[in-house]
Structure formats: structure tokens, C-alpha cells
């Protein structure tokens, strides 16, 4: 088989394919049910993914709910992303050993060369990844750990075909078919009659793996009856946000009264940027062994939601809650497109649904719309 | 030989008064010479006078106990001292030492309360250009007062 | 760069963020809180004035530290550090032979070499440690005095003893068209200098603002007072650039947390010419 080529396995051929891929030497990690979520972890097989499961998600509100059918991948997405084993929530970066004569020798941290296979990839996420690679495989400088771990990536990709509450992916271009950076692409097809994947391949890896599973040529009916369900799903977006001139909407609206709203409901937990699968930032923590001989750097998600992110010695530059939540909309929604090329956001939802009080950040902007104080002529300053 | 008025006329702080004005405060003013290290005057004086600065430098100070005398403005050329004589109880509220030898002109308190009384567009004037230069030292008190090179502010 | 790590792939990229021990040469007592930290150089590591090392002390913690010294090619680095974090109060307390940690250097740079091409005349403006990052175009200027007009330096500090580098004063005074002022909040009794605020000096400070590139750093407050002070009297704001400070962790673009707004001040600046940040400057939190 070749790149483009594609096939229809039996759902229950799934656990075939997903040997196949891990005898190619990677560790699986995809979705299973695990604490009242679907999350992402390490699988050995199909069985551990929440087959019949699926999502009910809202504004600070998420559970899981029966199917009426069995369906694999028939949920939207969870609190995981594939970016806590990309760049992951903790890495340690290099050590540093102090001798009796006071010299102090430094060594890195090799990166740790894992081969992940990533089962369940949508496309908001596959943009995400992207999104990722931006910041952290620059032009100047690359984080080696991310690096090596974005390296040695196996990914099947799903096509959304049910959507969440909280997703807005179509209103970012992101999705819900995906359309590249993948090794196989997987459609699920689910009726009474039948329960079978569609499978592109996107690369010669993924072609290979497609031919040692069990399988029979997919026809013009199967690709219709695919796309059919993933053009359905974007017919059901939870949330939508208009995204025609938002950057410039969000620079001119910087002392929008909005924020001071929001600033009484947001409770600065930083929940949306652990959620968020393209929110990037780390802080280090130099530690020190208690015979003082021995210290390393351990690099750690952070978010600009603490007060502690933005300090300096007079203090903290952002010490109102009101300036933290502008900053993490106004950067995920404009700036980021003055620094990477693109929004940061890719409309997977997660911050909306995992958002202890429920603010939704496509209301929020929607709100700056409203009250856009370039269209407020008169009012007083 | 210079004559009073015409050291008025070159002073900035006078810049723009008429022929007349100019004649008027010449009946005031004087030509003054401190050396480094004088006193032009003491907190707690009477105030008598306000001095332009045509080259030098005085050094408004106030002693603080324990401290010693504090340094909290410099007066230099092309400015003025003194305003106390403006208001009573007319007094000076500050030391003023010479740090650099001073040539100023020497205008009379009581000549130029006078002289404002009787002639309102005079006391215009004089009063909008003092009120500049109070404007100016505000500011740079409300600057000393943030204390912006503070460590860790 | 020569000096910055680079490597397209990525992966095959070493630590960018390790630090190479450096022993300290020599330190330099400044004023009662502020030293100078002369490093290691034999190396000839290369910068431009403007740029940032991060310094690492053993156990302690990192921080940002502007080059204050050259020459460029010299087999030294000098460092001046203030006693203001965590990190800084121990870090002056360095003693020479002493190994730290240092990467770098990181960041924008001053455009003397600009100025040097259309013969500029250099307004320096420092406040208080804000002349260490500064230093290095002066010294610049000194060495390379035909390349440039008049070299201008106005300097502000709190107290007469926290004007740093006096002892060099005289040196730099020496050298053909350049004017050195010195303003403090508060003097003492044996200071003959002006007692008031930089922008005092300023405004009794000749120069032709169709001819001069003027190099801001200092508090964030003194740096808006001042920008609006050389505007005001008529320099083109593109020939104003200053050195803004945010929190610097990782000092390559990728911890986030010196954003301001749309830039990241470790790479894009910390130099920025005054159009690029002026809206920014006066919006309170960014």
C-alpha cells in the first residue's frame, strides 16, 4: 500500500492493527476510562478503549454517559492532551555537581528516546501538536526533549464523529477531519448492520502497518458513507467563535470593562491552561541534595494565571486577576498570531469544560465584540 | 557697565515682560555674589527676597537629626529661589548653601509685594512664572517621593 | 549568532539551556548593595552591548544579568548585580575564583552600529543600575570616538554613592566631545552636583534632535517620563530605543513568562525601539 491508500478493517481487527504498530517498537498511549473520564494513558489493545462510551460536556461540566452502541471512539475530547507526553509536565534539564575545591560541573539531561504511538489523535489535536512545534522547535533554539519525543511519534488519527458541547473546533479551521500530519487517519463506521473503520494512510509507515492487518479495499461508498459522518459532526459544534479581525478586536479592547467582569467569576486556578493542549508555559525549580554537593533544574508547566509568573523584584507585573485573564485570552487569541503565525487556540473546548465556573472563553470574546470600544463614540474615557 | 535692568532682561524667568514691567522690578532688584559653603539664608528667617540664578548652584537642605543636612533640590541657573515672601508668615522653610559660586540678581520682598499690589498685570506675571516653577518642583518632589531606584521597587 | 545554539532538527540539539561553569576573575565592590562580577572570558565569547547573560549560582537559583562591560575581545565579562531577589543578594556576595553558572548571551542589542553609520551623535540615559547595560556603548564610543558625534550621558541615581562607576567618570569625561551629568534624588552634604530628577538634566541638555539616537534604561516610570521628555523636545521616536525588564527564566522564548503582549522581551528584546512597545508602555499589567 502507499501513502492516500485506504482500507476498511473491522473494528474488532483494531487490536490486530494496534500490535502491528506496537511490534514497530512504539509504546501505545490512547484514550481509556479511568476515574469518571475518558483520559489518555498507556493501552495494550483495543480493550482498554471506553468502547460504548461517550461525553456530555458543557460550560464547567463534564460526564461521561452510556452509548446505545458500542462505538470506540464516539466521545469529543477529555482533560488530557497528548501534550503531557510531548512536552511533558516535568523534565529534568541538567545536573550540576559541586566539588570540594568550589568548582561546579554542569551536565544535561539527555532527552529520553520514547517511541509513542498516539491512538486517537483528532484534528484540533494533531493542530495543537503543530501549534507546539512552533514554540518549541524554533528556528534559534529547540527544546531536545520535546524534540526527541515529537521525533519518535507513530499517529492514528480519528475523525471526529460526534462533537462535544464545549467544541468549536470549525469556527478555527482546525477541524473536525483531519487532513494532515498523521500515519493512519481512522473513520469509525457504526450501525446496526456494521462496525468498521475506514483507514487512510499517511505515510509509508502507516501503509505498512495497514497491510499486515486484515482487511478489504474501501469503495466510493465507504469514503462517502466517512466523510457523511464527519461533515455531520461539524454540524454540531457546541460553541462558535467568530474569528474575523479578533486580534485586532482584542488589542483595541485591552481596557474593555469586560475584563473587570470576568475578573469576578475567574477564580485564577489555572485549570484552562493545564487543560489547554497548546499553553506552553514552564517554569524551573533549581533543587538542591541535603549534603549541598548536588543540585538539578527541573523544567514545569506553569501558568500565566499564578502571580508568581510575572514577577519581578518590585513585583508581580500582573497582580490582578483581571490582567492575568487578559493576558491568557489576548495571547491565545491575538498576540499568539504576532509570535507563531497562528492562533493559539484550536477550539477543542477543554478550557470551557474544565472551567470550575464555567467561562467560556468564546462568550468572553464575544462580549468584547459587543461592547467594542472603537464602535463606542462619546463614551467618556 | 551692566546695568540692573538689562541683567533682568537677560534673565529667562523674565523673559517676556514689557519695557515698563522690567523698569518697575529694576527698582527692586540688586546684583548678589555668594561663595561656595555661604548660606543665602536659614530655615526660620524672614523671607525677604527671591534670587535668579544667573550662573551657580544653591542647595536647598534641611537638617535631619541624626542625618545630618539633607539635600532636597538644586537651584540653578536660569531658576529662581525663594518664593516664601509671597505669603506670610514670610519665612524661609529651608537651608539654601552655596555648592557652586553664585551670581544672582537680588529682587526685594517687600519692593515686589508692593509693586504686584499696585500693578495687577505685573503680579500676573511674576505669579504665573512662579507658579511654573512650583509646578516643576512638585513634580520632581512627587518623583523623589517614589523612590523609584530603590532596590526591589 | 555564533555564540547561540542552533540546530534546525532539534533534536540533536544540545541542552540550550545549560549553563557552562565560569570561574569569577575579579569582583568589584560598586556600592553598598551592588558589585561587579568580572567572569571568565578566555574563551572570547562575543557580545553585543545590550545582551544578557543568565547566572547561575550553585544551589541558589538563576537570573538575568546585563553585559556591563567590554571590550568585546577582553578575557573578561563583567556583570554588575544589584542586591534586589533572592537570587541577587547572594550572588553579590561571590567571591573571587568562585565558579557560577553562566549562558548567554541572549537578546536584542543597542543600534550603535547604525549610529555609527549615519555618524550619530549618542544621548544615553541611565537610572540607577540601569547604566550597567549601558556601559558597553559607552565604552563602545570611547574606543570608536571618530565613528560617532557627541557622546551625551545622563545619569540619575538615588544617592551620590549610587552612582556606580564614579571612578570612571574622569576617564570617560577625557575623550574628545563627550558630556558626562550626574543627577541624584538626594544629595549629601560633600555632593556639589544638581540634586533633582533625570529629566531635569534633560531639559538643560543641548542636542540636535535631527542627529542623535538616544539609549534609554532605567525603572519602568523613569523610562515613561523620560521617553515623553525627549519627544517633547523633538526627537523622532524611532531614534529612542530602551531596555525593557520582565521576568526572565528561560531566556529563549519558550517559558512564556516575559511576554509582553506580542513580544517576548529575552529574544525580541530586551532593546526595543520606542514604536515597537509605546502603546504598551502606558497600558497598566501587561
Sequence with gaps: MLPGETAIVAAAALSDLLHEISRLGYTLVGPTVRDGAIVYREIHSAEDLPAGWTDVQQPGSYRLARRADSALFGFAVGPHSWKQFLHQPAVTLWHAQLADQGAVTFAAEPPERKRLALIGVRSCELYAIATQDKVLIGATYSDPHYAARRAGLFVVAVNCTVAGGTCFCVSMKTGPKVETGYDLALTELIDDARHELFIEAGSERGAEVLERVPRRPADGRAREAAEKAVRATAEMMGRQLETEGLRELLYANLENSRWDEVATRCLACANCTMVCPTCFCTTIEDHTDLGARRAERVQRWDSCFTTDFSHLNAGSVRSSIKSRYRQWLTHKLASWIDQFGTSGCVGCGRCITWCPVGIDLTEEAAAIRRTDLRSQTGREA | ?153 | METRASDPNGAASPAPTLPRATPVRRVIRESADTVTLELDNSVGRSFAPGQFNMLYLFGVGEVAVSISGGPVESQVLAHTVRAAGAVTRLLVNVKRGATIGVRGPYGSAWPIEGAARERLDLLVVAGGIGIAPLRPVIYHALRERHRFGRLIVLFGARRPDDLIYAREFNRWRAYPGVELRTIVDHGSSNWRGPVGIITDLLATTDFDHDDTLAMVCGPEVMMRFVRHALVGRGLPPERIYLSLERNMKCAIGHCGHCQLLPFFVCKDGPIFALPKVAPLLDMREL
Design chain 2, 1 to 153: 557697565m551692566e546695568t540692573i535692568e538689562r541683567l533682568l532682561r537677560e534673565h529667562p524667568f523674565l523673559q517676556g515682560l514689557d519695557d515698563r514691567q522690567f523698569a518697575l522690578l529694576a527698582g527692586c532688584a540688586k546684583k548678589a555674589r555668594f561663595a561656595a559653603g555661604e548660606y543665602i539664608f536659614r530655615e526660620g528667617q524672614e523671607a525677604n527676597a527671591s534670587y535668579l540664578v544667573r550662573t551657580g548652584r544653591v542647595s536647598l537642605e534641611v537638617n535631619v537629626a541624626g542625618r545630618g543636612p539633607v539635600q532636597l533640590h538644586t537651584v540653578e541657573e536660569g531658576e529662581v529661589l525663594g518664593w516664601s515672601w509671597l505669603y506670610p508668615p514670610y519665612r524661609w522653610q529651608f537651608d539654601a548653601r552655596v555648592v557652586e559660586p553664585l551670581w544672582a540678581i537680588f529682587l526685594d520682598g517687600a519692593c515686589l509685594r508692593s509693586k504686584c499690589e499696585s500693578d495687577h498685570d505685573l503680579g500676573y506675571e511674576l505669579v504665573k512664572r512662579l507658579l511654573r516653577q512650583v509646578h516643576q518642583r512638585l513634580e520632581r518632589a512627587r518623583f523623589q517621593l517614589l523612590d523609584i531606584y530603590r532596590a526591589g521597587s
